[in-house]
């Protein structure tokens, strides 16, 4: 009888001890490597992401919480203020890079202030020679008949290499389609709103249906800069 009872001891032991393991191993997907604007790297778990879609109360993409452990209770709190970027360590088959969040300037002008910009995580999609690309959700108003509610919009934006001290700033497509960067980058404006007219145009609009996302901006960017230096 005693022997049954350590056996059942022993078995319960192994299996609280994998059970453990699995709990641990299941939330991998949390698991990050955060560089702060020191330059420290801090290793854990984030318990209270900055996405949009969990900020009713929050700005979106701004904070988060984090613990050195998943079942850790205690949490640490950090901003788009206090970090550089936000590494997920687990790698996936489409993604052999892994997940890769970055604080940024996003152009955001106001009608006080046409250069305003608000820093906050944005997903990197794509680094090219001359710029790259990335991507965030966020809450967008939408009024109709009915009234006015709020919807889920993915919204991609493009940061250039070139712009010196400035280059932390991420513009979306309609932004760079505009006479904010009329100064920086002369002729842009222009060049962006006919990358979709004509015969390539409709070829290049086909194909960036197809991507579903924004990296036809890197080409759209490099093929400016080769006209510009023609």
Same mark, same amino acid.
């Given at each position: 009888?005693?022997?049954?009872?350590?056996?059942?001891?022993?078995?319960?032991?192994?299996?609280?001890?994998?059970?453990?393991?699995?709990?641990?191993?299941?939330? $991998?997907?949390?698991?990050?490597?955060?560089?702060?604007?020191?330059?420290?790297?801090?290793?854990?778990?984030?318990? =209270?992401?900055?996405?949009?879609?969990?900020?009713?109360?929050?700005?979106? @993409?701004?904070?988060?919480?984090?613990?050195?452990?998943?079942?850790?209770?205690?949490?640490?709190?950090?901003?788009?203020? &206090?970090?550089?970027?936000?590494?997920?360590?687990?790698?996936?088959?489409?993604?052999?890079?892994?997940?890769?969040?970055?604080?940024?300037?996003?152009?955001?002008?106001?009608?006080?202030?046409?250069?305003?910009?608000?820093?906050?995580?944005?997903?990197?999609?794509?680094?090219?020679?001359?710029?790259?690309?990335?991507?965030?959700?966020?809450?967008?108003?939408?009024?109709?008949?009915?009234?006015? =509610?709020?919807?889920?919009?993915?919204?991609?934006?493009?940061?250039?290499?070139?712009?010196?001290?400035?280059?932390?700033?991420?513009?979306?497509? %309609?932004?760079? @389609?505009?006479?904010?960067?009329? &100064?920086?980058?002369?002729? %842009?404006? $222009?060049?962006?709103? @006919?990358?979709?007219?004509?015969?390539?145009?409709?070829?290049?609009?086909? $194909?960036?249906?197809?991507?579903?996302?924004?990296?036809?901006?890197?080409?759209?960017?490099?093929?400016?800069?080769?006209?510009?230096?023609?």
């Amino acid at each position: 009888m005693k022997r049954m009872l350590y056996l059942a001891i022993f078995a319960w032991c192994v299996w609280s001890g994998d059970a453990t393991a699995q709990k641990t191993k299941d939330q $991998e997907y949390r698991h990050v490597i955060v560089t702060l604007t020191s330059g420290e790297k801090v290793e854990g778990y984030v318990k =209270r992401g900055w996405h949009a879609e969990a900020s009713a109360f929050k700005k979106s @993409n701004y904070s988060f919480k984090m613990t050195a452990a998943p079942d850790d209770k205690e949490t640490i709190k950090y901003t788009a203020d &206090d970090v550089v970027s936000i590494d997920y360590t687990e790698k996936y088959e489409d993604n052999p890079d892994g997940i890769r969040w970055e604080s940024r300037e996003l152009a955001s002008p106001s009608l006080t202030n046409r250069y305003r910009t608000l820093r906050r995580l944005v997903c990197l999609l794509k680094t090219g020679e001359h710029a790259s690309v990335y991507w965030w959700k966020d809450w967008d108003v939408v009024t109709n008949a009915k009234g006015q =509610r709020r919807r889920l919009v993915t919204y991609y934006g493009i940061r250039f290499h070139d712009e010196g001290e400035e280059g932390e700033i991420v513009y979306t497509p %309609l932004l760079v @389609n505009s006479v904010l960067l009329k &100064d920086k980058k002369p002729g %842009l404006k $222009e060049f962006c709103k @006919n990358w979709f007219k004509g015969k390539e145009g409709k070829a290049r609009k086909k $194909e960036a249906k197809e991507d579903g996302d924004g990296t036809w901006m890197l080409d759209m960017y490099d093929a400016y800069l080769q006209k510009k230096g023609e």
